[in-house]
Every structure is written in C-alpha cells, then in structure tokens.
C-alpha cells in the first residue's frame, strides 16, 4: 500500500523558515515525480511545487519562486520542501502527493495519487 | 496562466439525485484533465483522470466527460458519501486547479 506521511509543520513567525518532510513508503520512489500542493483554511487548492523522480527537475509556482525549495533523498525515500521568507498567506495545509509521471512536464497526462494526510503551517507574530 | 472556473461553486441535492458539475479551461487543455473528492479535514482523493478514466476503486456513479476547454463530472445517483467538495486539476500549464464545487445536502 503506497502511504505518504508528512511532518514538520507548526507555528512560525513571519520571515521565518520551515522544512517540511513526506515519507514515502509502498512504491519505487524514484519512480515518481513528487508534489506539494497547499490548502489556505476554507480555500482552494492550490499547486505549490513538483520534482522529478531523478531530482533533477523542479517547477514552483509563482507565489513560491526565490523562496521555497523542493528536494528528495532516494535514499531515505523522503521529500523535502525548504520554505523560507514566510508570509501570512503561506499559512495552509500542506499536502505531499504522489505524481502519475515520473517527470513532471506541461502538456502530458499527469495526476496526483494518493495524497498524504497533510501538515499544518501557521505563520503568524 | 490557464484559469479553470468550476460551476457552480456550491449546489443544494438530496439523495438520488443526478448531480453535473462543469469545469472549463480558458484555453484548450485536450483530455489534461483531473477530478478531485475532498471530505472536510481530509486529503482529496483522485476519482477521474484524463477527462473520462474511472480511477480503480472509485464507483461507477462518477463519471468525467470533456475534451478542449469544457469538462464535466457527473455522479449519477448522489449517495450520502458524496457530500462534498470536488476539484477539477488541469496537468498542461503544467499543473492548475479549478476553485471547487461544494456539494451540500438538501
């Protein structure tokens, strides 16, 4: 059974850091391209990040360029988002979720299953 | 950017009923396109990859129709489990998500 399983969220004061964690366990990580996709409280969702399954390729969305970062260690079967500079408006759940691709690309047949039960970010004085 | 606008952003219907909800693209997508299910205080959950696959698992009350730029989700007989928000995902930008449908109990 695939599972994903994210940590590291909590309370941070703005212009503060965080790293979040996804382990992931059931699939052949490196396989797979991995994403964060965020949840602001009563919003939307809204894609945050992608990485291919070599590490090699990384996309952000615009709110995100400069500030996070996206990575992963085959090794620990682990994915990372490093975000720095916070802001109120990156207060969300944040969801890692396994990509169909294992590179993620425009314009290809790409989806996200499952999700991990997500982490909770507050950024806050 | 690609805007995807879901309509309606929230409905009213009661058990037993056909339910349709429409996602449309601001510019053609082909079949790029997802279905999401989200439960309150979960994560969303894949029901409908390109456009019209039934994901495995999923009950064959969901069904995804579309191509271009209009896409619709459609569960043919709401079940008291259905109650809640779906998402259309767009994977040609390379990643977009539409604002939600929440469907509510009447």
């Known amino acids: 059974e695939v599972q994903l399983l994210e940590s590291g969220g909590g309370l941070v004061q703005p212009g503060g850091s965080l790293r979040l964690s996804c382990a992931a366990s059931?699939?052949?990580?490196?396989?797979?391209?991995m994403t964060w996709v965020r949840q602001a409280p009563g919003k939307g969702l809204e894609w945050v990040s992608s990485?291919?399954?070599?590490?090699?390729?990384?996309y952000y969305a615009d709110s995100v360029k400069g500030r996070f970062t996206i990575s992963r260690d085959s090794s620990k079967n682990t994915l990372y988002m490093q975000m720095n500079s916070l802001r109120a408006e990156d207060t969300a759940v944040y969801y890692c979720?396994?990509?169909?691709?294992?590179?993620?690309?425009?314009?290809?047949?790409?989806?996200?299953?499952?999700w991990g039960q997500g982490t909770l970010v507050t950024v806050s004085s | 950017d690609i805007q995807m606008t879901q309509s309606p952003s929230s409905l009213s219907a009661s058990v037993g009923d056909r339910v349709t909800i429409t996602c449309r693209a601001s510019?053609?997508?082909?079949?790029?396109l997802n279905w999401y299910q989200q439960k309150p205080g979960k994560a969303p959950k894949l029901l409908i990859y390109?456009?019209?696959s039934l994901q495995s698992g999923v009950p064959s009350r969901f069904s995804g129709s579309g191509s271009g730029t209009d896409f619709t989700l459609t569960i043919s007989s709401l079940q008291p489990e259905d109650f809640a928000t779906y998402y259309c995902?767009?994977?040609?930008?390379?990643?977009?998500f539409g604002g939600g449908t929440k469907v509510e109990i009447k």
């Open positions: 979720a396994k990509d169909f691709r294992r590179e993620p690309a425009a314009h290809q047949f790409n989806w996200f299953d499952p």
């Open positions: 059931g699939f052949t990580f490196s396989s797979h391209a």
């Open positions: 990485i291919g399954g070599s590490g090699d390729s990384t």
């Open positions: 510019q053609g997508i082909s079949s790029y």
């Open positions: 390109g456009a019209s």
């Open positions: 995902q767009e994977s040609y930008s390379p990643v977009g």
